[in-house]
């Protein structure tokens, strides 16, 4: 069965800190696909990235960065220097054959 | 672009009552639409996956007696909750694909901006 598993629930920072999210995926399949989004209090949600799984290379866009390792099935997420405009909840999702599934967000405060 | 409209934005109504929530994909054609339902504080889950023409796939645990999803074209899909009572009140999300092209076109969903459903 597919799963992605978000074990922080909540995390709460200062800002200017650096903060890595974390996101563990289960499937069977070879090809399937990750994303991260971000859903601020309005609700929205807002896609942040994709990655196939045969796409390893770690991707940088300004403050965010993705490190996906299938070797852990990881696919974590960083934010550097954070800013209170990053507090939201960032969900990670896997998706198979157009299905997604979410984990759980992850909350994130940036003081 | 690719955007998604939802209306309404948020509605409350009466116990027992039935409410219409529509998916519109605005500068494509959505061969594929999706339903989802946010508790607060907790994960999207999908609801039913809905093609334009054809029954709408339910997930397991979903009636969908009482969820009716209409795809009656390439830009619309709408939810029906019938009867609803308080413990429907959530977020309801759709999200659509474009028309087939291509190889991963199904792995691209463009979120609308969810319905708040508010039961009393």
Redesign the interface.
Known sequence: AQKVTQAQTEISVVEKEDVTLDCVYETRDTTY?LFW?KQPP????V?LI?R?SFDEQNEISGRYSWNFQKSTSSFNFTITASQVVDSAVY?CAL?Q?????????TELSVK | GAVVSQHPSWVICKSGTSVKIECRSLDFQAT?M?WYRQFPK?????MA?SNEGSKATYEQGVEKDKFLINHASLTLSTLTVTSAHPEDSS?Y?C?A?KTRAGT?W????F????T?LTVL
């Open positions: 696909y989004y309005s609700g929205e949600l896609f994709r196939n969900f998706s054959g157009g299905k997604l599934i979410f984990g759980q967000g | 594929t999706f907790q994960s999207l889950m999908l996956t977020f999300i999200s694909t991963d199904l792995n691209e969903q979120f609308g901006p969810g708040r």
